[in-house]
């Protein structure tokens, strides 16, 4: 069975750190791209950041550049979502999903993507 299980999120200060880890069951995640999306209440879902399958490229939506990162552990069969200098504004339900993403800024959209992970919630507050 494929699946994408999410792990990590919770509460934290305005400031504070948050790691999402995305484990693939079922598939080699290394032959795919990655996003990690995310939906506030009464908002539509974005695109956070993905990451390539292959030469490593990245992108991030400008609302979190400088602040998350995205990595790959192709042994752990892991992407992982590094949350730095987190704001009141980053909470929400966050997503990591294949997509199919190419490196440019417009394929990773939540419309591009294939299986999705159960999502986490992410809780920014003081």
């Known amino acids: 069975q494929v699946q994408l299980v999410q792990s990590g999120g919770g509460l934290v200060q305005p400031g504070g750190s948050l790691r999402l880890s995305c484990a693939a069951s079922g598939f080699t995640l290394a032959y795919y791209a990655i996003g990690w999306f995310r939906q506030a209440p009464g908002k539509e879902r974005e695109g956070v950041s993905c990451i390539s399958s292959s030469d490593g490229s990245r992108y991030y939506a400008d609302s979190v550049k400088g602040r998350f990162t995205i990595s790959r552990d192709n042994a752990k069969n892991t992407v992982y979502l590094q949350m730095n200098s987190l704001k009141p504004e980053d909470t929400a339900v966050y997503y990591c999903?294949?997509?199919?993403?190419?490196?440019?800024?417009?394929?990773?959209?939540?419309?591009?993507?294939?299986?999705w992970g159960q999502g986490t919630q992410v809780t920014v507050s003081s």
């Open positions: 999903a294949t997509v199919g993403f190419s490196g440019s800024s417009w394929s990773c959209r939540p419309t591009n993507t294939g299986s």
